[in-house]
């Protein structure tokens, strides 16, 4: 279980300096979680809280259009982050635009959006967290 979390921790490194302490304030925040091949872990429409870190696995981001068909818009694989590309609406919620759907069993990590938001605001340099989180998302 620690791999995964190790594998995380060399992911944010990347991005944005740490102390320990603050590494190990933010990892405490977020869970490992298991997948199956054919969950639907994000539902386009559904309000999000979470972003998610695949350690193992693929998913898949799609929408269903209206005549039914199934559009595929991308596919995340291992050491990539993954969301539903969710937007304010009036409710300021974060709602999908995509469903996000494991195409093999899964490991990820589940990190809240108030964790990231944390980093973000109170350490240094955190909001180039938030900004690669946003660019390496935005590939629809």
């Given at each position: 279980?620690?791999?995964?979390?190790?594998?995380?921790?060399?992911?944010?490194?990347?991005?944005?300096?740490?102390?320990?302490?603050?590494?190990?304030?933010?990892?405490?925040?977020?869970?490992?979680?298991?997948?199956?091949k054919?969950?639907?872990?994000?539902?386009?429409?559904?309000?999000?809280?979470?972003?998610?870190?695949?350690?193992?696995?693929?998913?898949?981001?799609?929408?269903?259009?209206?005549?039914?068909?199934?559009?595929?818009?991308?596919?995340r694989?291992?050491?990539?982050?993954?969301?539903?590309?969710?937007?304010?609406?009036?409710?300021?919620?974060?709602?999908?635009?995509?469903?996000?759907?494991?195409?093999?069993?899964?490991?990820?990590?589940?990190?809240?959006?108030?964790?990231?938001?944390?980093?973000?605001?109170?350490?240094?340099f955190?909001?180039?967290?938030?900004?690669?989180?946003?660019?390496?998302?935005?590939?629809?």
């Open positions: 279980m620690l791999e995964h979390f190790e594998i995380f921790k060399r992911f944010l490194r990347n991005f944005v300096q740490m102390s320990e302490a603050e590494m190990d304030n933010f990892i405490q925040q977020c869970d490992r979680v298991d997948f199956l054919g969950d639907c872990i994000i539902k386009a429409g559904e309000v999000q809280h979470n972003l998610y870190f695949i350690t193992k696995g693929i998913v898949r981001n799609f929408i269903q259009t209206d005549h039914g068909e199934t559009k595929i818009y991308n596919f694989l291992e050491k990539m982050t993954v969301t539903g590309y969710a937007h304010y609406n009036a409710k300021d919620n974060l709602k999908a635009l995509v469903n996000v759907q494991c195409i093999e069993d899964c490991i990820m990590i589940q990190i809240p959006f108030v964790a990231i938001q944390y980093v973000i605001n109170h350490i240094q955190g909001e180039r967290l938030g900004r690669y989180i946003f660019i390496l998302n935005t590939n629809v």
